[in-house]
């Protein structure tokens, strides 16, 4: 004969219920507290102000100044005042030393809206090229492999675009304060795009015969 199974109590059966309810819900908690993420990003729109106007009494010349918007490179067409203190007489120099004094500038409240930036640091001067080096080289005071790569192409792609300082189209023709020889750097649409990968080292240049 087989066995009657012992009956179960039925408050046993609601307590294991209970048991096996409570102990399914384990993993993340609820939780009715607010968790503050930040806020949302915001798109710029990289609009360039209205081309400067050159009655407002600036004694200076027009030019596109390459800014950082977005993570690219971005032209912003600027009147750039020649610089008060001729620390060198090379007429290319100037131009470059003013087109650096202008980079160096934090962007205006119109551009900063725009989502502008610059990130090319102060205090840096150009300096005319030196005995064998090529015809338009511009000496820096830092190494330009020295500089941050952002500021080395906004550097590069702003002297590119200048007619006083770039012949035509071409590379930019760099050198730094000591007596390595000066190495050539191109704007190209990468460049722009993704200014932070510009090439450290460009390629160098042999000197001219004297």
């Known amino acids: 004969m087989r066995r009657a199974l012992p009956v179960v109590p039925a408050v046993l059966v609601q307590i294991v219920a209970i048991t096996l309810l409570a102990t399914s819900g384990c993993g993340i908690r609820a939780t009715t507290v607010p968790v503050d993420v930040g806020a ?27 800014l950082v918007c977005g993570s690219e490179l ?32 934090t962007p205006t409240t119109e551009e900063r809206d725009a989502g502008f930036t610059t990130g090319v640091p102060g205090g840096l001067t150009a300096g ?14 830092r190494k ?12 590069v792609c702003t002297l590119a675009g200048s007619e006083a300082v770039s012949a035509g189209p071409g590379p930019v023709v760099l050198g730094g304060p ?26 160098i240049v042999r000197p001219t015969s004297s």
């Open 144 to 155: 330009p492999e020295d500089l941050p790569p952002v500021a080395l192409s906004q550097i």
């Open 40 to 66: 949302a990003p915001s798109r710029v729109s990289c609009d360039a102000p209205e081309k400067p106007d050159t009655q407002n009494g600036v004694q200076g010349f027009r030019a596109t100044l390459e």
């Open 128 to 141: 005319a090229p030196r005995a064998g080096d090529p015809a338009g080289t511009v000496r820096l005071s």
């Open 178 to 203: 000591d007596e390595d020889p000066p190495r050539a750097w191109e704007c190209t649409d990468a460049v722009r795009s993704r200014p932070e990968s510009v090439a450290t080292l460009g390629e």
């Open 74 to 105: 971005v032209g912003v067409e600027r009147v750039v005042p020649m610089p008060e203190k001729k620390l060198v007489r090379d007429p290319v120099a100037l131009v470059a030393q003013a087109l650096l004094e202008s980079l160096e500038r």
